[in-house]
């Protein structure tokens, strides 16, 4: 589908060849009337014929109007090729220049007026990178971009943006989904909250903040509110973004029986993001934490990052055995040993913002080469077509990529998956409350021959899905119920515990939500459950429920805090009940 643009739309080759041609037909046209006109009147006497004369003449020519031509031919031949070649000339640069100059007020009124299309806003490779995925995937897509400032009277995205008239021009009321992608977080943010106070549901707003802490912070504060507006919000930074998408497709296994040795050069954002995601995905593979991964995190705070990472996700301390190592690889091969750390190590995460440095690191450091095919992930970013040389352990490419063991990943490409964006807050965390039921289940007896919910999440039918986001969209509700509200475990505050009244309280809260919803979906008390015909022997009022189905509400209760923990946030206390 075609791109549009809030600015100038863009020259099509096509067109730049059309104007050449003209502009070559306009030359030739001068050349000929010039040439033409000094053959007609290099014998008369009424009209002057200096080369003055003649170069007024021939302009002439281009709007109809020389005076030596008013008396009819005949004319020679190069004059007569002259007196239509330049007047068809003039009328081109009509049509062009009124082409322009209505250009985008047509654009504008076609953009408004368009459905179920998608609005970017941003001018840096995020942006233009999404751009091309999403028209990839045959959405059609209007950008506003720097250049829309000519039309809303200055200031950029930024200002544009926010303008209400600039996102009624782009269609928003009609509009699929927006993102909010500029270099600048505090922009994409106010972008966003403009747009879902302006947008309708069922839009979607997605807005990129590059300070995980800040996005873990606005997403608290939207996940915290009572009730939700009627269109979409959610935040989204891209390492996180990435090191998921990263895992999933070469997600973490044993070597030899035992857990891997993992090795993350550089503790920026994307490199604690790995740390988190690989921990996340091997809880999931050995849930008891009976084989704890031995990481080793490389970086001059090493030491203060494990620290605050392992406060801001406590079950890292009960899947990670994290070493931390103040410095760089000057003396890591000594030093790794003596701690129990044999090299080389199984997995290398090589994570440093600088570009160069990340890809230096890995083309020098030997003593990691040998943990096997793509053993050693690089993160780039610009330089990340840089892939393609690297080719050797296919037969392509014009570089050596150490036997396969290299592997360059361009984060930014990776995280501009629309999919994965739309994989919001209240979608993880629904998958979250999900994996514990089907765990706190087990532990019961429960098969899932007996219960249909016991299934992974993939293969969890559609309704069930629903059931569990709508119980991580209610959370908010519920803890204002209590006074409280959810924080980031960003840095240190008192964690607010639920004591029995209030669980009580949640879960009687709990069991109201899921009923209303239950019966509003067409389902129906029964002693017995029955799927099919929605029969259920939870649909009954709190006070008739029997003693285990009230204790399934509690549990799922008592579960919330180490839910919310799992997803950085915690419980605190904002007030009174």
Known sequence: MPESNLGEPPRAPTKSVLRLTFALAGVVAFVCGYVGLHQHLSSSTEYGHTPFDLFYYDLQLFVLGAPPLDGGGPFPPLLDIARFAAPAVTAYAVVEAC??????????LRDRNARGHVIVCGDG????????????????????????????????????????????????????????????????????????????????????????????????????????????????????????????????????????????????????AVLVELARRWRVRDPHGARMIPLALVDESATEVAAQLTHRYPFLA????????????????????????????????????DEEQALKTALTAEQLWHGGPGSMVVRLDRLANLQEAFGSGQGIGVLDDLSGALRLYGV???????????????????????????????????????????????????????????????????????????????????????AEPEIERLA?????RWLAAQQAHGWQYAADRDDARRLHPALSPWEDLREDLRERNHEAVRQLPGILADAGFRIVRVGQA
Do not use: M
């Open 99 to 108: 082409r322009l100059l209505f250009a985008t007020e047509l654009r504008r």
């Open 125 to 272: 490779l995020v942006a233009d990178t999404l751009t091309r995925r999403l028209r990839a995937a045959g959405r059609r897509v209007v950008t506003v971009r720097s250049d829309v400032a000519t039309v809303s009277g200055g200031g950029g995205v930024a200002r544009a943006a926010r303008d209400p008239s600039v996102l009624h021009g782009a269609g928003i009321s009609r509009a699929r989904a927006v993102y909010a992608c500029t270099d600048d977080s505090a922009t994409n943010a106010a972008i966003g909250l403009a747009a879902a106070r302006h947008g309708r549901s069922p839009l979607s707003v997605y807005a990129q903040v590059s300070d995980p802490e800040l996005c873990l912070a606005l997403q608290a504060r939207h996940l915290g509110l009572a009730r939700q507006p009627g269109a979409r919000l959610d935040f989204f930074n891209i390492d996180d973004l990435a090191a998921r998408k990263l895992l999933t497709e070469e997600p973490l296994i044993a070597v030899a029986g035992r857990p891997p040795r993992v090795v993350i050069l550089g503790a920026t954002a994307f490199g604690r």
């Open 318 to 353: 009960r899947v990670c055995r994290i070493i931390p190592l103040d410095g760089g690889l000057t003396d890591l091969p000594q030093r790794l040993p003596r701690i129990g750390f044999p090299l080389p190590p199984d997995r290398v995460f090589i994570c440093y913002d």
């Open 412 to 498: 930014v490409h990776a995280a501009c998956d629309p999919a994965l964006i739309g994989d919001d807050l209240v979608e993880r965390l629904a998958r979250v409350i999900h994996e514990s039921y089907v765990v706190a289940r087990r532990r019961h007896g429960e098969q899932p021959g007996t219960n249909p919910s016991l299934v992974p999440w993939e293969e969890l039918s559609e309704p069930l899905r629903r059931a569990n986001r709508e119980q991580a969209k209610d959370i908010g509700r519920k803890l204002r119920e209590l006074g409280c509200a959810l924080s980031p475990r960003v840095g240190p505050g008192d964690e607010h515990a639920l």
């Open 508 to 512: 009687i809260l709990e069991h109201q």
